[in-house]
């Protein structure tokens, strides 16, 4: 079935450090995969997202890596601040034209001033 | 000018009552959906509506019923609510499939 493992569920780091958050996906027709941010209490947030044509994108200190032989991609935070802190999930498109997203599990960062 | 909002944003309701929650988008996007957030934040997809048609309805009880009037709404409707039932529930919109899903601030259902 539509499976997307996320890793890991919890990451603590030092402000100013990068954060590394790895997902795997099992729908090898999957061609979408967004990343969300959702702070406490708040809605998810689309924070960046890569297509399956392409196998790296950047926005400022955020960047997504996408290896779809292996069917894994993955999220990079640079210099992180505090207000980097929430929970971070990844998601992979579903099979048909329906838009459905199949999300991790989420990772929780924490970033320490 | 919010573009997804949903109503009500907290919902505390006894076992057993009928309840509703109300999705609306000024985004003019042709494709909503109802997720569920349970107590461990885990994001699962209950339904999907493209122009007014559903699309998919994962493994739902069907003590869940969506309804869209139009395509700019969708509302939940959950009968004989149980203690399981207790979740943040997000709508979310899309302007097609493969796209930006923008989602609505959520609504904290409590059945006691």
């Known amino acids: 079935g539509e499976n997307v493992e996320q890793h890991p569920s919890t990451l603590s780091v030092q402000e100013g450090d990068s954060a590394v958050i790895k997902c795997t996906y099992s729908?090898?027709?999957?061609?979408?995969f967004p990343w969300y941010k959702q702070e406490l209490g708040k809605r998810p947030q689309l924070i960046i997202d890569?297509?399956?044509?392409?196998g790296e994108k950047k926005d400022q200190r955020i960047a997504v890596t996408l290896n779809k032989t292996a069917k894994h991609f993955s999220l990079h935070i640079t210099e992180t601040q505090p207000e980097d802190s929430a929970v971070y999930f990844c998601a992979a498109s579903g099979s048909g034209n329906t838009g459905k997203l199949i999300f991790g599990q989420g990772t929780t960062l924490q970033v320490k001033p | 000018d919010t573009a997804v909002s949903q109503t009500p944003k907290y919902l505390v309701t006894q076992m057993g009552n009928d309840k509703s929650i109300k999705c609306e988008q000024n985004?003019?996007?042709?494709?909503m959906y109802w997720y569920k957030q349970d107590s461990k934040k885990f994001l699962k997809i209950m339904f999907s509506?493209?122009?007014?048609?559903?699309?998919i309805n994962e493994t739902v009880p069907n003590r869940f019923s969506p309804k869209s009037p139009d395509k700019a709404h969708l509302n939940l409707h959950i009968n004989s609510l149980e203690l399981g039932d207790s979740a943040v529930y997000f709508c979310?919109?899309?302007?097609?499939?493969?796209?930006?899903?923008?989602f609505g601030q959520g609504t904290r259902l409590t059945v006691v």
């Open positions: 979310a919109s899309s302007r097609q499939e493969r796209t930006e899903a923008f």
């Open positions: 890569i297509r399956s044509n392409v």
């Open positions: 729908d090898s027709a999957s061609n979408y």
């Open positions: 985004l003019g996007h042709d494709t």
């Open positions: 509506y493209n122009n007014k048609e559903l699309i």
